[in-house]
């Protein structure tokens, strides 16, 4: 099946796609155990497992306009992965195509962000972590994957991003975000007052015209996505998260899934990661179909 070292269903040309998927298998930046530069290979696999019909839009995959650009090259740094992959998505939001970025480590998202067009309607982002990733530099590297939320805040303002999920954050980092005040909601408070109560809370603080999503897959609770770099305990479900993109699909023109890191992997891991990039694709096109 040489169709494997795509994602599902991307049989559209680049000119034709409504969808752009772009692997970054880079994991520089991993702090505890790496892996993640695995990931978008791995994504691409399990994507093939699922049928393509959905049961809850009516539409079926196989009629999604979907490109895959393959892998980007591999960096031999994080500044040299940030350069390349804007280099990359620039166009695709140019021309109006929703890129999907498969890493990789969390260090590959702002680069996603950052490439969104000046000038193109406001931007919010939704961003899915255990971690606050809010540190000015980690390791002497200000584009380490624990900084990643601050790039982002830096690019689309403080009051435009909105992390959900946490539960494991440095003293310091609450500290510096106690002047800069990025919104966050916490693993905690999602298990307190429900997923739908915190994702209307989280969305209607972005009020941005168009959203982009960024999932750090240790988000979810290690129980269901243990393959991961830092796998954190009391997380979400992979059933919030489907919640969390079937809300924002309206608004949703970017999604990432980050930090899944194969070589820990039974498996599930990858079909999680996978099925959320479906998950994204057909509720964009239901909302984008009016249905
Ligand atoms: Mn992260
Ligand atoms: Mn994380």
Request: aromatic fraction near 8%; include cysteine; hydrophobic fraction near 40%.
């Amino acid at each position: 099946m040489a169709h494997l070292s795509t994602f599902a269903d991307a049989v559209a040309d680049l000119d034709d796609a409504e969808f752009v998927v772009l692997g970054v298998p880079f994991d520089r930046t991993t702090s505890f155990r790496p892996g993640a530069r695995f990931g978008p290979d791995a994504i691409r696999q399990h994507s093939w497992n699922f049928e393509s019909y959905d049961l809850e839009t009516g539409i079926d995959l196989g009629e999604a306009r979907i490109h895959d650009l393959g892998n980007t090259d591999e960096y031999g740094s994080a500044e040299q992965m940030v350069e390349g992959v804007r280099a990359e998505l620039r166009p695709i939001y140019r021309a109006g195509k929703f890129p999907i970025l498969l890493g990789g480590d969390h260090a590959c998202a702002p680069p996603s962000v950052e490439a969104y067009p000046d000038g193109a309607p406001s931007l919010g982002v939704l961003y899915l972590d255990a971690h606050l990733d809010f540190r000015s530099s980690y390791l002497g590297d200000r584009r380490s994957h624990a900084c990643s939320s601050r790039r982002i805040v830096e690019k689309v303002g403080a009051h435009n991003v909105v992390v959900l999920g946490v539960r494991s954050v440095s003293h310091e980092e609450v500290d510096d975000n106690r002047s800069i005040g990025m919104p966050f909601v916490t693993a905690h408070e999602v298990a307190r007052e429900g997923i739908q109560a915190t994702v209307q809370r989280a969305l209607n603080m972005l009020k941005t015209e168009r959203l982009y999503v960024s999932i750090d897959i240790d988000v979810i609770d290690p129980a269901y996505a243990a393959a991961t770099g830092t796998p954190e305990p009391f997380g979400l479900t992979p059933r919030d998260v489907k919640y969390v993109l079937d809300q924002a699909a309206p608004r949703l023109v970017g999604l990432d899934i980050m930090e899944v890191a194969p070589p820990y992997d039974q498996g599930n891991t990858s079909a999680l990661a996978a099925r959320l990039a479906r998950e994204a694709i057909v509720r964009v096109m239901a909302s984008r179909r009016g249905r």
